[in-house]
């Protein structure tokens, strides 16, 4: 499966089967943790075997059922943390939609378990991500259109157009898709460049969610074709 087909096929999943995770994903998974804790300068920890995390009041009422592996998703706190836990988190998300897993971002529905992770001194935890064999491969939901998202129109480029398309797939709390693309054409030998934008929401979590959305742009889009402002 290509990052294009995962972005496709990955919706989210909240029920899982009661089957651990098999060891050959497990090394594929905390590789790439590890290649992205050093990326994103993040303290993300894979959690294995664990179910009380998920089984608290909040976890009840978002539906959630055996989940015993999850993501915990931290890093020290800075104004851009959000962001690059959404940006960096997603890569994960996706890998593992690519091994056959699923996955869901949780960003209240869940407890802290002591002793299940390690914070450094500065270090605050963002979200959870519920990952591994899903009783469904859950089901789509509504999406804004391209046009609604972004400043696509007939004289933007097709790779732009196919970004948008791509952010509109990503994940967001509540279905808010809180975000917009702007394009802005090359001139005076600069590349094209792209404007990504959140929207305010009542709801919160627009900075993680526009970190998903760009890393789904990117994956649209060719990472080649535009630099980002």
Known sequence: ?????????????????????AEDIVKVLEKEIEEQNRQGHLHIQLIK??????????????KFSNVTNYLVMAGQKADDL????????????????????NTCWVGLSYSKIPGTYVLEEGEV?????AIGYGETQGVGHKIKTVEKASNASDITPSWFRKGVEAAL????????????????PAKDGKPAQVIAKRNF?????????????????????GKGNFEWV
Request: no cysteine; charged share 25%; hydrophobic share 40%.
């Open 125 to 129: 935890i963002k979200a959870y991500i």
């Open 82 to 101: 959000d962001e690059r836990i959404g940006y960096y988190g997603e890569r994960l998300v996706l890998l593992a939609q690519t091994l056959g897993l």
């Open 201 to 221: 929401s009542l709801i919160g979590y627009t900075r993680l969610d526009l970190g998903i959305a760009k890393y789904h742009f990117e994956v649209g889009a």
């Open 169 to 184: 797939l990503a994940p967001t709390a509540v279905n808010q898709q809180k975000f917009f693309f702007e394009y802005v």
């Open 49 to 62: 075997n664990e179910p009380k995390a998920f089984q608290g009041k909040l976890a009840k009422y978002g």
């Open 1 to 21: 499966m290509t990052l294009e087909e995962a972005i496709k096929a990955r919706h989210s999943v909240r029920a899982y089967k009661a089957q651990p995770l």
